[in-house]
């Protein structure tokens, strides 16, 4: 399997370790007390509800790392549709190691099979529009490169790993800066200084106001373009303010709609035109696919 860039094979094993060890400390007595060491087991993991399988490469070092001879076989692969009630995997090993590991694998493969799920669903409900969805940064704290590898799986595309990738002035560096136009012009001397040319800037304008100054200066990628959807009584939502945005930017800079996106209101914000929408959701309230491993004793073999 190829990994993201963000994902480091070595800082991944590392991740594995230190989960391991806060879930099996000095070991997994109850398995330690009622299974003997000689004895073998199989396993096979079911999906108990629709949705995007991701997670199987994480899950396959955690039993790796428990017990390098457990054998772990993939029925279905990352970002593949899996339904409810079909087997996902196979193990076959140790029976201490496939219980010891058992949890810390699912845990791994739920929520991201759960983000990847949640993209796959706002991708569909964009359907053929160029309007492209973006993650956030609002990622489990010691699980983004996984949060974000769980995006893409799911059809999303990644926006900045981190505060090193991107030049994003929101609101607070705006008014820490002394307005818009300040703002862009330190960004960009920065970057100049420090010969990070390679850095794109993007920025947040939430006001009419803010949008002329930032179109005035000039100097930017993309435009962040903050809650300009308002939700309607009907439970609909208005996008009149960020068609007007999208419009006035026309094609100079990029843009970007955040704020009131959810899956019944994304084509709507789609068709403003803007380039990217950003769904915080994805991986800051992501619910859990409801997957299982169940575990038989190994006979006749």
């Keep these: 399997m190829t990994?993201?860039?963000?994902?480091?094979?070595?800082?991944?094993?590392?991740?594995?370790?230190r989960c391991l060890a806060e879930d099996v400390g000095a070991g997994d007595v109850t398995s330690l007390a009622t299974v003997a060491p000689e004895t073998r087991a199989e396993a096979v993991f079911l999906a108990k509800g629709d949705g995007v399988l991701a997670g199987t490469f994480v899950a396959g070092r955690v039993f790796?790392?428990?017990?390098?001879?457990?054998?772990?076989?993939?029925?279905a692969g990352d970002g593949q549709a899996i339904r409810r009630g079909e087997p996902f995997g196979r193990l076959e090993g140790p029976a201490r190691a496939l219980l010891t590991g058992e949890r810390l694998a699912l845990n791994f493969l739920q929520r991201m099979s759960g983000i990847a799920t949640a993209a796959r669903a706002f991708v569909d409900a964009i359907g053929p529009l160029p309007t492209r969805l973006l993650d956030t940064r609002k990622t489990a704290p010691g699980l983004r490169a996984l949060d974000k590898?769980?995006?893409?799986?799911?059809?999303?595309?990644?926006?900045?790993?981190?505060l090193w990738d991107l030049v994003l002035i929101k609101d607070n560096h705006i008014a820490a800066a002394g307005g818009v136009a300040r703002a862009i012009h330190a960004a960009r001397a920065w970057r100049a200084e420090n010969g990070r040319q390679d850095l794109a800037i993007e920025l947040e304008v939430r006001t009419k106001s803010e949008l002329a100054e930032a179109l005035d200066t000039g100097g930017v990628d993309i435009l962040l373009l903050d809650n300009m959807v308002t939700e309607t009584p009907g439970g609909g939502v208005d996008t009149a303010r960020l068609a007007e945005a999208v419009r006035l930017v026309g094609k100079r800079f990029r843009t970007e709609a955040s704020g009131n996106v959810r899956l019944d209101t994304i084509e709507a914000i789609a068709r403003t035109g803007v380039d990217f929408v950003s769904v915080g959701a994805l991986t800051h309230s992501v619910r859990a696919l409801d997957l299982s491993l169940d575990i038989t004793l190994r006979t006749g073999r």
Excluded: C, K
């Design 3 to 17: 990994l993201p860039q963000y994902v480091d094979a070595a800082e991944l094993d590392a991740l594995v370790v």
């Design 64 to 75: 790796a790392t428990v017990d390098p001879s457990v054998r772990v076989t993939w029925l």
């Design 149 to 162: 590898w769980a995006v893409l799986l799911g059809g999303g595309t990644n926006h900045r790993v981190g």
